[in-house]
């Protein structure tokens, strides 16, 4: 199908498609004229991400998620901040109102519920793309009440997210404030134990007492050992005393046991040299010899005297070491007694310091929940306020009334072309010669009026073979 076919057929056919034209932009005129009139009022609240929270002292990363986002669209267009909404703006004292859900419902359900879902209908909340910032679109045909609406909505959401944030706070606080009372019971009963051993055991045990007596303890041991050495020492001396006096070490060393064995050695040598000189029965032998035996009964009787104070001094000895081993003894379970106490006391205050810790941590917590459940606002801020618009959103006019002209342009041209398939003409001379199979030689135009010399080729005659057009006569 030719241009000049198209032509061709809007000439033939222009009044069909004219009146079609005119008949179908006047409807959608007369369409968007009788159209009621809707404003559209516009408010919007911003998303605080960048601001830490002042009670958790951190940001809330979850806000930038785009789930977020949808969570608060949601929550915006909820029957719960749809009623709050309703309360805002009074519809719930309309009587008109009240009377068509009685005539609607026939009184079953929430009024408020109803007036809620009826407002919300009109609601559309949007998120703008790259940005934290939702848009409250709100449509009716009252400009003011456009406007009152978006903002009864923007408020009713802020409220609404005050609340989601300060309830669970409110019931973690109630929760906080069972279980502070509870841990404190056990705090106090812990307190009152520890209290109670340490009256039992009279005494208050610090690491700085024990220390004390474990050096004492110490001290003793030492000194115990010491004490065994000197025993052991002790015994050999009386030991060797007894078997051998004169072997002793205690004998020996004595300074008047000494003397009198260097008496003895003079007067032995003195006698030797006066029994061989005199004979043994000169009166000076004898008496030397007496005076011998009396030197050798003092030895005796020094041996005996030294041996005699080495088995008193082993058995001082033993008896200190004795005195030695019970002190030690005493020593050795006063410091067991004192470190079992000392376990014991660490239990009792390990388990106040355990109760102390869980009743300041659920304290903190209890005093965050406190704030949190106090909180003026939640992370979201009003940004605009709606105001009642100048100008109607729909109908648009300019709009409609070219999609109504180019709607009745295609159907002029679509009613034109099927009245031309049920009365087919012949109007070009690719008609004639596709009918004939011949090829055109020229045309000869039509002879009327001056006027009609600007119509199609359809009044045209053609033969043969193309030509120049004739001059017209």
Known sequence: MSLEYVFAVLRARWLAATITLFAVFGSVAVYTWVMPRKYIATSSVVLDIKNPDPIALQAQAAIGSPTYMLTQIEVITSTRVAEK???ILKLDQVPELRANWQKSTGGVGSFEAWVANLIKASLEARPLRGSNIITFLYTSEDPKFAAA??????????ATAVELRTNPAKQFNEEFDAKAKELRQKYEEAQRRISEFQQEQGLIVTDERVDIETNRLASLSSEYLQMQAAMADSNSRQSAARRSPDQSPDVISNPTVASIRGDIIRQEASLEQLTA???DNHPQVVELKSSLADLRRKLETESRRIVGSVSVTNNVTSARLGLMKEALDEQRNKVLKLKTIRDQAAILQRDV???????EGV???MQNAALESQAPQASVAPLEYATPPSYPSSPRVISNLAIGAVLGIVLAIALAFLIELFDRRLRTATDIEALLLLHSMGSVPRFKSKASKSGGLSSRLRLGKPALNAPAQ
Do not use: D, K
């Open 85 to 87: 909404a309703a309360r």
């Open 363 to 365: 304290t903190v917590r």
């Open 277 to 279: 000189r005199l004979g």
């Open 149 to 158: 609406a978006a903002n009864a909505f923007m408020q009713a959401y802020l």
């Open 353 to 359: 310091e355990v109760a102390q810790r869980a009743l």
